[in-house]
Each structure stands twice: as structure tokens, then as C-alpha cells.
């Protein structure tokens, strides 16, 4: 990104996400022209009518040229005149996206992209192993303290479907390599990106119902787009074989959470890992919580303990690109969604 100031101009960075004085201060140090404002902890009581942390916020907005954040205050656009980058926390944009005069605004929008890969992907191998293990029916026998002896399956030579083969999708597909492993792709281009070669097969959007019926494991990593929303509903989840897993990591809203509880409540499916719901938290009244064979987790497969410090580190490495006027990593095609 080419920058037109003068060099000595202040750049005015806005961070809206609760960061620890540290962090803050190795934005501050990134360069000596950036100023940091930290609005993370007047934005909730300026939405909610305290008029001083809004005062302070509209100030903090009025000249900010760069913003870090993970929530955007309400009428950003107008708000923030000046705006020229915004560094999304998360890898998922669609909820940023929802606010269509940025969506349409010349503001560049950039993702954690690649920052949660080996973590999900751990996730998701995780679950696998979870269900040809057992391990859920391995817990209830624990808690009721019955000793009932089964078989266990195990994973190499299963095949895993992977629906959407962008960064996670390649950690996922790696992992299952280690586990001597099958592995198909589908994904929006014709012929998906597969650098180390470990695909067994590549689909394009049409080949989505025959990775549903030929997968063991159905692997969900695709980004919530238009496109994307509701994909896998009942048709394609009455497409996956009885004794198929399903495990979903990227956004609820892409799967039919009605028509996944009623095939894993009538053994048309033999179970799903889910990390991600359509509402969340997932409401006390859901089916979801009483069905044995799903696998629960609140959406925190890609976050690690050290996040924060990880994550503005890739902010900081980014910021000294802009400063620089070199081109930005991982830019959002906001047309796109990704």
C-alpha cells in the first residue's frame, strides 16, 4: 500500500481490542511516527449512552489512519474519515463485512490468515481420533463407573473430505497425512491450491455431493460468505454415508444445525464435532446439547493461550510494511468475503 504523506506525519493507529500495556507499547514502537489510541475499554459504555467514553472514542476516530480490532464501532465509516487499513483480530470476516459502507468503503481490509492453521488442524485430528477411539462413549462409562468392554476403529486408510481448501484446509489435509489417510478437496476454484501435492483428489463446487458421499470424516473450512451460508443442509447431509463424521470449523451459519440434529438423533449420520454454532453462546434450548454422538467445543479451536502477543506481533509485521508503503499480507477481497 503506497502511503502519499510526508514523512513526518504522525500515523494514528486504533486499537479497539483489550490488550495488555505491553503489547500496546510494541505497536507504539513499531515506528517512531505511529501514535496508538486504545478505545477497548470506552467502547461499551459509549454504546451505551456514557457520554465522555464517547467523546473519546469520536476524538480517537476522527484522526485514526490505521485500526486494530475485533469489533467495529457503530458508523466506522463516518466516524472515521481518515481510515485507510483495518487489521481484522480474527481470521473470520464476515461479521465485519455486515457493515456494507465499509464493505463498499476504499478501506483496506486485512485477516489473521494463517495464524489459527496448526491449531484448528489439531482441532480437527483431535476429533476424529475422539470418535474412532471412542472417547465420548470412554467419559459416560466413567461417570455411570460401568466397565464395558468395545472395539475401536482407527484412521489410516479413511478418507476425509475437506470443504473449502484455503490455509485450514491445507493444515488439515497435512495432519491427515500423518495418519496415512485419504484426502479429497472442494473448493470454489476448479482445481484447488495444493502446494505439497497431498491431495488424493481435487473437485471443484460441483464435486461437493460426491465428497459428501464418499467421505468418512467431512471436514467444514469453507468462510461464511452469501455463497456459503446454508451449503450444507438436509440434501447434502442426507448425501454422507451412516457411519460419516462431520466436523465444522469455520462459521455455524454454513450448516442446517435443525437437520444435523435430526440425523444424528436418527443414526443417518453417526456423529459431528462442532466448534461453531449459528448463535453463540448455543442457546440453552438447543438439541444439540443432549445428543450423545456430537462433539461440543465453544468456538475456541483456534485460539491459543498466547494469543494476544501472537497476534499483535503479525499486526506489528504488517504495520511496518504500511510504513514502509509496501503491500499488505493477507488482504480481504471484501467482494469475496475472504
Request: aromatic fraction near 6%; charge should be negative; hydrophobic fraction near 40%.
Amino acid at each position: 500500500m503506497q502511503r502519499t504523506a510526508g514523512a513526518d506525519n504522525r500515523i494514528t493507529v486504533v486499537v479497539t481490542i483489550p490488550l495488555d500495556a505491553g503489547l500496546i507499547d510494541r505497536i507504539a514502537q513499531t515506528h517512531p511516527r505511529i501514535t496508538v489510541v486504545d478505545v477497548s475499554q470506552d467502547l461499551k459504555p459509549a454504546e451505551a449512552g456514557d457520554s465522555e467514553a464517547s467523546a473519546r472514542v469520536d476524538q480517537a476516530l476522527s484522526t485514526a489512519e490505521v485500526m486494530f480490532s475485533h469489533r467495529l464501532p457503530p458508523n466506522l465509516t463516518a466516524r472515521a474519515p481518515q481510515l485507510r487499513w483495518l487489521q481484522a483480530y480474527f481470521t473470520g470476516v464476515d461479521g465485519i463485512l455486515e457493515d456494507r459502507s465499509l464493505r463498499e468503503s476504499p478501506i483496506v481490509l486485512t485477516s489473521m490468515s494463517g495464524f489459527h492453521d496448526s491449531a484448528i488442524a489439531e482441532y480437527v485430528i483431535a476429533a476424529m481420533l475422539m470418535f474412532v477411539k471412542e472417547t465420548p462413549r470412554c467419559f459416560r462409562q466413567k461417570q455411570t463407573r460401568r466397565w464395558e468392554w468395545f472395539p475401536v476403529d482407527t484412521l489410516e486408510s479413511k478418507t476425509v473430505g475437506i470443504v473449502g481448501y484455503g490455509r485450514i484446509g491445507r493444515a488439515v489435509c497435512r495432519v491427515c497425512m500423518t495418519f496415512n489417510m485419504h484426502v479429497a478437496a472442494v473448493d470454489r476454484t476448479d482445481r484447488p491450491y495444493d502446494p505439497e501435492g497431498c491431495l488424493d483428489r481435487t473437485l471443484g463446487n460441483d464435486g461437493l455431493g460426491e465428497l459428501l458421499s464418499t467421505s468418512d470424516f467431512v471436514v467444514v473450512c469453507v468462510p461464511l460468505t452469501d455463497e456459503t451460508r446454508g451449503m450444507i443442509g438436509k440434501h447434502e447431509i442426507a448425501l454422507m454415508q451412516p457411519h460419516a463424521r462431520l466436523i465444522v470449523v469455520s462459521r455455524g451459519n454454513i450448516v442446517d444445525e435443525d437437520a444435523l440434529a435430526t440425523a444424528l438423533r436418527s443414526g443417518a449420520l453417526a456423529g459431528a464435532a462442532l466448534d461453531v454454532y449459528a448463535e453463540e453462546p448455543l442457546p440453552l434450548d438447543s438439541p444439540l446439547w443432549t445428543l450423545d454422538n456430537l462433539i461440543f467445543s465453544p468456538h475456541n479451536s483456534g485460539d491459543i493461550k498466547d494469543y494476544d502477543p501472537r497476534a499483535t506481533e503479525l499486526f506489528c509485521q504488517n504495520l511496518e510494511r504500511y510504513v514502509r508503503g509496501e503491500p499488505l499480507e493477507n488482504i480481504v477481497d471484501k467482494a469475496l468475503g475472504f
